[in-house]
Each structure stands twice: as C-alpha cells, then as structure tokens.
C-alpha cells in the first residue's frame, strides 16, 4: 500500500550521543501520525530518519530499518534523493525561497526532478498543488509575486503546495504549526484533515489538543533522563493514547504533569 510505513529497531546518533533508541512502529497509509513528547526526546531526529534527512547531519548515524512500501530505505541501490521525493518534509519555521515568486516556489522541486515539462503542465501541476494546499483562492492573483511576500500562515502552505508538487507518498511536518497564529493554525489542520485521503501525513507537535484534534494515531516519546535516548514509549489509536493509555509515563505527559 502506498505511504505506508515501518521502523525497525530504528537508532540515530550525532556522534557520540545517541539521539533515538530501538524505535520500532509501523505507520499506516492516509492516516496522520502524530508524535508527541517533551523537548529532547528526539522526536524531531525519528522524522528526520524517515526520509533520510538525519544522514545529513556530520557524524550522523543510523541503525535499524525504515522500510517504505515494502523497501528498507537505507538498504544498497535506495537513492537518497527520490526517498526524499516520495517522503516530503514541511519544517517548523515556513521557509519559502523569499525572491522567488509563488509559482516559482511551488515548481521548484518539479523543475529539479520532473525532467522536461511544458509550461502548460507545470501550470497545472502548480494550481493542484495550491489547491489541496488550500492556497490557491488567497493567491491565484499573486502567482508572480515573492513568495517571501506571503503572511506566515500562508508561507507555510505555501511550503506544503512545494512538498506535494513532487507528489509524495508521504509528508512529514516537524510542528508546523508552532510559529502561527490561532486563525493559520486552524487553516493548517483544516488542510492535514482533507490532504490524509491522498497522502500518509506525520507530523511531530508540542499541542496535545492539536494532536488529538488531526490525528489517527499517536506515538510518545520519552527520554527517561537527561543525556538518555529517546524511545517509543507507547503508540495507538489516538483516542485511546489520550483516554486510556497503557503506561503511567504517557498518562503524566498528556495530563500535563511534565514536560
């Protein structure tokens, strides 16, 4: 099934310090994922390994498998770049490319890795993109204006319509919604909610009522002490995560008693 995914004992490292630790969970396609915890337990590493962005990093480390529609990704002959392509990043902070236009944002990605298109469908393939974005009625008029000219909340979709030009499988989003204001927010999970019929959406949040608001299911990580790794230390159906969860450490968290 396409956009689904599973880890694998997965373990990353900067170095000498160990960030993630045995994480094994399996991601199912059109559902949002979301992973919660508190700062430093590596939630945002455990989204970067899943499109092989934490490799990046020098003296990045990776053990364990992350296997895509039936592919281990970090296995021989897995070309980093079309990972990359299929499973999407939207990153904290917007970060449109600022002097070029909106068009010219949304294409980027299509232009590097689509070969030979004419404008016609590169034209298309922009308005789609904006469209499940839920951009396009706010900027059909400013397609040749900077991107870097848009409103936060619109950077950031405008961010998202980038990531799915290249039509991914999968998106991942580390806490896109944490430099927005209530109103864009809002526009964000309205777009998460309809864009999970098409693609498997995860996305990492320090908002327990977001997390429980847009996804299906939700993993917590925890690491136990300062310097320690940071583990999986329950993942389930969303509802149950934050009415019944299984451990003692997932109940203290969501209630509010750390973190």
Same mark, same amino acid.
């Given at each position: 099934?396409?956009?689904?995914?599973?880890?694998?004992? %997965?373990?990353?490292?900067?170095?000498?310090?160990?960030?993630?630790?045995?994480?094994?969970? =399996?991601?199912?396609?059109?559902?949002?994922?979301?992973?919660?915890?508190?700062?430093?337990?590596? *939630?945002?590493?455990?989204?970067?390994?899943?499109?092989?962005?934490?490799?990046?990093?020098?003296?990045?480390?990776?053990?364990?498998?992350?296997?895509?529609?039936? *592919?281990?990704?970090?296995?021989?002959?897995? #070309?980093? &770049?079309?990972?990359?392509?299929?499973?999407?990043?939207?990153?904290? /902070?917007?970060?449109?490319?600022?002097?070029?236009?909106?068009?010219?944002?949304?294409?980027?990605?299509?232009?590097?890795?689509?070969?030979?298109?004419? /404008?016609?469908?590169?034209?298309?393939?922009?308005?789609?993109? %904006?469209?499940?974005?839920?951009?396009? #009625?706010?900027?059909?008029? /400013?397609?040749? *204006?900077?991107?870097?000219?848009?409103?936060?909340?619109?950077?950031?979709?405008?961010?998202?319509?980038?990531?799915?030009?290249?039509?991914?499988?999968?998106?991942? +989003?580390? =806490?896109?919604?944490?430099?927005?204001?209530?109103?864009?927010?809002?526009?964000?999970? #309205?777009?998460?909610?309809?864009?999970?019929?098409?693609? &498997?959406?995860?996305?990492?949040?320090?908002? +327990?009522?977001?997390?429980?608001?847009?996804?299906?299911?939700?993993?917590?990580?925890?690491?136990?002490?300062?310097? #320690?790794?940071?583990? +999986?230390? =329950?993942?389930?159906?969303?509802? *149950?995560?934050? &009415? +019944?969860?299984?451990?003692? =450490? &997932?109940?203290?968290?969501?209630?509010?008693?750390?973190?």
């Amino acid at each position: 099934m396409a956009g689904h995914v599973t880890t694998s004992s %997965l373990s990353a490292s900067f170095g000498d310090i160990q960030a993630i630790d045995d994480v094994t969970v =399996e991601i199912p396609a059109n559902k949002v994922t979301a992973i919660i915890g508190p700062s430093g337990c590596g *939630k945002s590493t455990f989204l970067r390994c899943l499109n092989r962005m934490h490799e990046l990093v020098p003296g990045a480390k990776i053990s364990g498998e992350v296997v895509w529609d039936g *592919k281990n990704i970090y296995g021989p002959g897995m #070309d980093a &770049t079309e990972v990359r392509r299929g499973i999407g990043m939207v990153f904290q /902070k917007p970060n449109p490319f600022p002097l070029m236009s909106v068009e010219e944002n949304v294409s980027a990605g299509i232009r590097l890795t689509g070969g030979r298109m004419s /404008k016609a469908m590169v034209a298309e393939i922009v308005e789609h993109s %904006l469209r499940l974005a839920a951009l396009w #009625d706010e900027v059909k008029n /400013k397609l040749h *204006k900077p991107g870097g000219g848009l409103s936060g909340g619109q950077q950031q979709r405008l961010c998202i319509a980038r990531a799915l030009a290249v039509q991914p499988d999968i998106i991942l +989003m580390d =806490e896109p919604c944490s430099a927005l204001d209530p109103a864009s927010t809002q526009k964000i999970e #309205d777009t998460i909610d309809k864009l999970k019929q098409n693609f &498997t959406i995860v996305i990492v949040t320090h908002n +327990m009522q977001q997390a429980a608001r847009v996804s299906d299911s939700t993993g917590f990580m925890l690491a136990r002490e300062m310097g #320690d790794p940071g583990r +999986m230390i =329950e993942y389930g159906p969303t509802n *149950k995560i934050f &009415t +019944m969860p299984d451990r003692k =450490e &997932t109940e203290n968290y969501i209630t509010g008693r750390f973190g």
